[in-house]
């Protein structure tokens, strides 16, 4: 087996959310393993315990003085470790180095060619900031592993966010870096974090790395498919990616309860496909997938298990891919807001013909 993923039974218990939430979260986790073991899908993927992750990992994307900080508010153990979202609990700090540790053992796995692909359910913390938590998100292991990626010597790194909430931690950690950072998004006023538009381009040697693709609410799957097609693919043809790292986020999804995209399996099929495809041609099948936001568990758990049956490639198991889908696939978007992303793409391509020429 040369695919893994990351499981410890704590994960079922972890979740830095408001306790509104913390069922959910943990619950999406139980159902994707139940759903992984009843289609028999550890047949072909093993399932490792990982390590917990180190301090030296932690900082390379995080200063000391944060660190302690979340330190000693895992030991007072009450309020929020930021404005009142990201819950602070005794052993907080404990609980972040162990869903931090899912995914570097995964990275290290990749890096030391045990396997070529993994996932962590328990990972994609993209809100966490160099000096603060936010959205759910202690430590940011999207930015940890690309770091980590960049320090073994992989020179071009891609990280495609597909997670309703843009990646804003993992964009300011590595806005001076050109490795290249795509988040597909919702964007519109007062919808969190409030970042991620076209012009957020990068500074300095990142300038032309941070490509935004905001969707306005309602966007369905034709939408996303297009905005794929027509700027993520090429980006990443051009781009040429060593290592590919996936924030699996699935509160696009049609119904989730946080946010007004409207995905179905329609789309995470594609896109996922593609992917695939992309990194068996640059980066020798090597992907590192992360679980990310999502909160209508049966949607996470089968929209994940779906996207890992094409990332991982696992051609025994195309056939149970029906089982797996929404019953009504293939939603469609207005006019109106056809016309938006329209415009928003051709600005966007504009904007980044100075580096990239898509």
């Known amino acids: 087996m040369d695919t893994a993923i990351s499981f410890r039974e704590e994960y079922l218990k972890i979740s830095f959310t408001p306790l509104s939430l913390h069922g959910i979260w943990t619950g999406r986790i139980k159902l994707f393993m139940q759903l992984f073991k009843e289609l028999s899908t550890d047949k072909y993927v093993k399932v490792i315990t990982p390590r ?11 200063s000391r003085s944060y660190v302690e900080y979340v330190k000693k508010s895992s030991i007072i ?121 076209i012009y957020e381009l990068g500074e300095d040697e990142g300038y032309g790395y941070s490509v935004n693709i905001p969707l306005p609410p309602g966007s369905g799957d034709d939408i996303f498919i297009y905005s794929v097609d027509e700027v993520i693919l090429p980006l990443l043809e051009q781009y040429k990616p060593r290592m590919i790292i996936v924030q699996m986020g699935c509160d696009a999804h049609e119904g989730d309860p946080l946010a007004w995209l409207r995905l179905t399996t329609r789309a995470y099929d594609i896109f996922s496909l593609n992917i695939r495809n992309l990194a068996e041609k640059y980066s020798n099948g090597r992907i590192l997938c992360l679980g990310g936001g999502g909160y209508n568990e049966d949607n996470v758990a089968r929209s994940w298990l779906l996207m890992l049956i ?31 992303v329209r415009r928003r793409t051709r600005e966007l391509k504009e904007e980044l013909s100075v580096v990239h020429k898509i």
């Open 77 to 197: 153990g009450e309020g929020y470790l930021d404005y009142g979202d990201t819950r602070s609990y005794k052993g907080v700090f404990e609980d972040a180095l162990l869903a931090i540790g899912g995914t570097t053992t995964l990275a290290e796995m990749i890096k030391e060619n045990y396997i070529r692909a993994g996932f962590n359910p328990q990972g994609g913390f993209h809100h966490a900031k160099v000096n603060s938590a936010s959205g759910f998100c202690v430590f940011n292991d999207v930015a940890i592993a690309a770091l980590l990626f960049r320090k073994w010597g992989f020179r071009r790194i891609a990280i495609v966010d597909i997670d309703v909430h843009h990646g804003d931690g993992t964009q300011q950690i590595l806005y001076n870096t050109d490795i290249l950072k795509i988040s597909i998004h919702m964007y519109y006023p007062g919808f969190f974090p409030g970042t991620g538009n």
């Open 310 to 340: 094409n990332l991982f490639n696992i051609e025994p198991l195309r056939d149970i891919k029906d089982r797996l889908r929404d019953l009504n696939e293939g939603t469609k978007s207005s006019s109106e807001l056809w016309d938006i």
């Open 52 to 62: 917990v992750a180190t301090l030296e990992e932690i900082l390379l994307a995080h």
